[in-house]
């Protein structure tokens, strides 16, 4: 069974940093086209950032050169290191493969930029 466990959200002012984890299980990760996507209140859920399998990234404009997307092969784990927040950056963040698995979302972790 595919699980995702994030964590690492709070709440952080404008400028702060944050660095997501989520735990992978019940996938093959070290071949795994992996992301990040968030869901902001009243909007859809949006891609963030995606990791080839060797490492290869890609990112929204919205967070590019703020946002850095990782892996660990080893601990089947992967990061956002968020940086440079702005309030237009909370969410509820969640990882998934890419494509998603739509069946396996989990219960993602809240990220809230505020003064």
């Known amino acids: 069974q595919v699980h995702f466990a994030e964590s690492g959200g709070g709440l952080v002012q404008p400028g702060g940093s944050l660095r997501l984890s989520c735990a992978a299980s019940g996938i093959i990760f070290n071949i795994a086209h992996m992301g990040w996507y968030r869901q902001a209140p009243g909007k859809q859920r949006e891609w963030v950032a995606i990791?080839?399998?060797?490492?290869?990234?890609t990112y929204a404009g919205s967070v590019k050169g703020r946002f850095t997307i990782s892996r660990d092969n080893v601990k089947n784990t992967l990061y956002l290191q968020m940086n440079s927040l702005r309030p237009e950056d909370t969410a509820v963040y969640y990882c998934?493969?890419?494509?998603?698995?739509?069946?396996?979302w989990g219960q993602g972790t809240q990220v809230t930029v505020s003064s």
């Open positions: 998934n493969t890419h494509p998603t698995r739509d069946d396996s």
């Open positions: 990791i080839s399998p060797t490492g290869p990234e």
